[in-house]
């Protein structure tokens, strides 16, 4: 079936550096995919959304210079935590969707990256 | 705009009770209704889903039915086991969203033996 995967599973980085994840669809083509954000025992929040060939669109509150996005193919989209901060720390995690209409859409979760900023 | 409400937890119960986990939502339209899963340490896992009105998801032995009446999605299963223990979302998405998901707050669930 449909997989979507991310990677890394976990990063560790230091405060001021940026820290790339890979969000992709395996065996499908994702025009569009979500990256989503969850603090420890929170629900998760929307962040962004990915669009192919163009700019995400962000959700109110959330920094599109800081979480920079790019979704270069059908199959990819990244998001980079610019300079992080140990506030960044948290559990990002991505999905994206197949097929068509409101019953027939499918949506896949990435396993989720866990981000520690030191 | 769209908004998931579930009960707050954590709910403890023993093997084998039965569970029910509230969910109501809010929404224009019609909006598709989820349950997911989420164990220790790990990403979401799809439980169940419905996508209209009286249709019921099922899934490992849980339960969901969309009422729309009561804008609700209650998650039930007759007798739980301690590999149950997680953290269930209920969310929703609305088509003109595209696949974009409204998540609850989340219930945290440990059955204990």
């Known amino acids: 079936g449909a997989v979507v995967s991310q990677h890394p599973s976990r990063v560790i980085c230091k405060s001021g550096t940026s820290v790339k994840i890979e969000c992709r669809s395996l065996d499908f083509q994702a025009t569009t995919m979500f990256w989503y954000r969850q603090f420890p025992k929170q629900s998760l929040m929307l962040m962004a959304t990915s669009n192919e060939g163009s700019k995400a669109t962000y959700e109110q509150g959330v920094e599109k210079d800081k979480f920079l996005i790019n979704h270069a193919s059908l199959t990819l989209s990244t998001l980079t935590v610019t300079s992080a901060h140990p506030e960044d720390s948290s559990f990002y995690i991505c999905?994206?969707?197949?097929?068509?209409?409101?019953?027939?859409?499918?949506?896949?979760f990435g396993e989720g990256s866990w981000l520690t900023v030191v | 705009g769209n908004s998931v409400t579930q009960m707050e937890g954590p709910v403890t119960l023993s093997e084998e009770a039965f569970l029910t986990i509230n969910c109501t939502y809010t929404a224009t339209g019609y909006p598709s209704l989820f349950w997911y899963v989420q164990y220790p340490g790990e990403g979401l896992q799809l439980l169940l889903k419905?996508?209209?009105?009286?249709d019921k998801g099922s899934n490992k032995g849980f339960e969901a039915t969309y009422r729309k009446e009561t804008t609700s999605f209650h998650l039930e299963k007759g007798s739980v086991q301690v590999s149950d223990s997680a953290v269930y979302f209920c969310?929703?998405?609305?088509?003109?969203?595209?696949?974009?998901?409204?998540f609850g707050k989340g219930t945290s669930l440990l059955v204990t033996p």
């Open positions: 419905a996508t209209k009105a009286d």
């Open positions: 969310a929703l998405s609305q088509a003109d969203s595209g696949y974009a998901l409204n």
């Open positions: 999905s994206a969707g197949v097929g068509t209409g409101r019953s027939g859409n499918t949506i896949y």
